[in-house]
């Protein structure tokens, strides 16, 4: 997974626990701490104190060990999401796990026994991200936009906006 999948998938997570998203300085500490970058690094690319980063990475540790119901820190964080998530996390073409998620195989020949602890958070968040959708398309058909400006304007698949009309 990029991180830009992992971002969403965090965020998908701590919004269904506390109904709010994160914040760009959150996601930055996120993609940093699994980057191996300090909070003084973090900052400068945020425009903000390493102090004023460092606090908010705090609170968003504690937050995402709220979320995922382990205790998160920067030395943990990469390793609670693999197993939260069953994520194949890479960073410049670098695999660093091989797991499954959900049922397709990201390229373990073995995947772990233990998938279904994590499947039921995972169709949880899966669930969550289809309604979201449906109810996505379905303000933007309001609006009067074309199955194919909303695939578009939403990045799925015409055909899966397709077939939310025919599911109404």
């Given at each position: 997974?990029d991180?830009h999948g992992?971002l969403?998938f965090?965020?998908?997570?701590?919004?269904?626990k506390t109904?709010k998203?994160l914040?760009?300085?959150?996601?930055?500490?996120?993609?940093?701490?699994?980057?191996r970058?300090?909070?003084?690094?973090?900052?400068?690319?945020?425009?903000?104190?390493a102090g004023h980063?460092?606090?908010?990475?705090y609170?968003l540790l504690?937050?995402?060990?709220d979320v995922?119901d382990?205790?998160?820190?920067?030395g943990?964080?990469?390793?609670?999401?693999?197993?939260q998530?069953?994520l194949?996390?890479?960073?410049?073409g670098?695999?660093?796990?091989?797991n499954?998620v959900g049922?397709i195989n990201?390229?373990s020949?073995?995947?772990y026994e233990?998938r279904?602890k994590?499947?039921?958070a995972?169709?949880?968040f899966?669930?969550?991200?289809n309604n979201?959708?449906?109810l996505k398309i379905d303000?933007l058909?309001q609006?009067?936009?074309?199955d194919?400006?909303?695939?578009?304007?939403l990045?799925l698949?015409l055909?899966?906006v397709?077939q939310?009309?025919?599911?109404e």
């Amino acid at each position: 997974m990029d991180i830009h999948g992992l971002l969403q998938f965090v965020d998908e997570a701590v919004y269904l626990k506390t109904s709010k998203h994160l914040n760009d300085l959150q996601r930055g500490i996120i993609e940093g701490t699994l980057k191996r970058q300090k909070y003084s690094e973090i900052a400068e690319v945020y425009g903000c104190t390493a102090g004023h980063a460092k606090d908010v990475g705090y609170e968003l540790l504690q937050m995402l060990s709220d979320v995922f119901d382990e205790s998160v820190d920067k030395g943990n964080l990469k390793s609670v999401l693999e197993r939260q998530g069953n994520l194949n996390i890479s960073f410049g073409g670098k695999t660093i796990n091989n797991n499954i998620v959900g049922c397709i195989n990201v390229g373990s020949e073995h995947p772990y026994e233990s998938r279904d602890k994590n499947q039921s958070a995972t169709s949880k968040f899966q669930q969550y991200s289809n309604n979201q959708s449906k109810l996505k398309i379905d303000k933007l058909r309001q609006f009067g936009l074309s199955d194919a400006q909303i695939a578009e304007a939403l990045d799925l698949p015409l055909e899966m906006v397709k077939q939310e009309d025919v599911d109404e």
